[in-house]
């Protein structure tokens, strides 16, 4: 079992920049592709971006490409999503995610496949 704990969310202007947070509870966490996904309020989870265990490779959403940035800390068993230039529909829930993957190379981008979930962070961007 992986505990997921998120951090850094909060109310921010238009433009602004936040840095989100995301702590495992595992002693492999390199094995562990890790995702940040996003839900707003009548719509469905969508996923923001991913990184693969060895940090080699990364994937986006459209919507984000050039704003955030996806990193880990393997030492520190920590994920992070850099958020640069904000806007207000990028207002929602934000939620990491962790799955196993034996290719340490490898992205995930479907919500279905990742195991294990954090409780959520609220992001808010005003207008």
């Known amino acids: 079992q992986v505990q997921l704990v998120e951090s850094g969310g909060g109310l921010v202007q238009d433009g602004a920049s936040l840095r989100l947070s995301c702590a495992a509870s595992?002693?492999?966490?390199?094995?562990?592709?890790m995702g940040w996904f996003r839900q707003a309020p009548g719509k469905e989870r969508e996923v923001v971006a991913a990184?693969?265990?060895?940090?080699?490779?990364?994937t986006y959403a459209d919507s984000v490409k050039g704003r955030f940035t996806i990193s880990r800390d393997n030492a520190k068993n920590t994920a992070y999503l850099q958020m640069n230039s904000l806007k207000p529909e990028d207002t929602a829930v934000y939620y990491c995610?962790?799955?196993?993957?034996?290719?340490?190379?490898?992205?995930?981008?479907?919500?279905?496949?990742?195991?294990?979930w954090g409780q959520g962070t609220q992001v808010t961007v005003s207008s």
């Open positions: 995610a962790a799955s196993w993957l034996r290719d340490s190379r490898g992205v995930i981008r479907e919500a279905s496949r990742y195991t294990y």
């Open positions: 595992t002693l492999t966490f390199r094995q562990y592709v």
């Open positions: 990184v693969s265990g060895s940090d080699i490779s990364t």
